[in-house]
């Protein structure tokens, strides 16, 4: 069964202080892996898409990796306004019946202190 | 709007009652996903919309859940004889081609009492 885990559940950082966020996904096969940031009350927001082993983004303060078995999202310096909830989702490789359900983990939410 | 746009943004309804949840995705997006959320947890997959193909509605928790969509634009989720356990925030997102990321609206929260 494909799946996706998230971890730690909850993140708290002072103010500077870099961090990263795990995201381990069973898959049959990848397709796409996706990072997302969720804002209280907002729908999520999309941050990167990785599709292969050894393939890396980077957007201001974040940086997002991919392994076989897992992906990080690297927060350095984090400031209080990057305090969200991080989603991890994986688009499974269907070659059969042709469908693209993306698959969500729980999230991390981060709190960063200032 | 540039964005999704889903309404209402929130529906407090009784148990028993049936609603109508509507999405109105990005113009020229073929892809329409439908998610549920419950307070403090991950979102649920419900039903997957591409183009005119056939609908994945292999996560619709049960019979009193069903969802339309006309072609590429309006979708509509709906919900027969509310239960209690179906109060969460209805996520609903669209894409531009299958391997686009998503693009979410805000949601609507709906409570059942």
């Known amino acids: 069964e494909d799946q996706v885990t998230q971890s730690p559940e909850a993140l708290r950082l002072q103010e500077g202080e870099s961090s990263s966020l795990n995201c381990s996904y069973t898959?049959?096969?990848?397709?796409?892996l996706f990072w997302y940031r969720q804002d209280p009350g907002k729908g999520p927001e999309f941050l990167f898409t990785l599709y292969s082993a050894g393939e890396e983004k980077e957007k201001e303060r974040l940086k997002a990796t991919l392994t076989k078995k897992e992906s990080f999202l690297h927060i350095t310096a984090p400031k209080p306004e990057d305090s969200a909830t991080y989603l991890c989702a994986v688009q499974p490789l269907r070659r059969n019946t042709g469908g693209f359900k993306t698959i969500f983990g729980a999230g991390t939410r981060l709190f960063v202190k200032a | 709007g540039a964005g999704v746009s889903q309404s209402p943004s929130n529906k407090v309804t009784e148990k028993g009652k049936d609603v109508e949840l509507r999405c109105d995705p990005i113009s020229g997006h073929t892809a329409l996903y439908w998610y549920r959320q419950r307070l403090g947890q991950g979102l649920e997959f419900l039903i997957y919309f591409q183009g005119n193909s056939a609908p994945d509605k292999s996560g619709l928790p049960s019979d009193r859940f069903s969802a339309e969509r006309t072609g590429e634009s309006v979708s509509t989720l709906t919900i027969q004889r509310t239960q209690q356990e179906d109060s969460a925030v209805y996520l609903c997102a669209s894409s531009r081609t299958i391997n686009s990321p998503l693009h979410f609206g805000n949601g609507t929260r709906l409570t059942v009492t």
């Open positions: 898959v049959s096969g990848l397709r796409g």
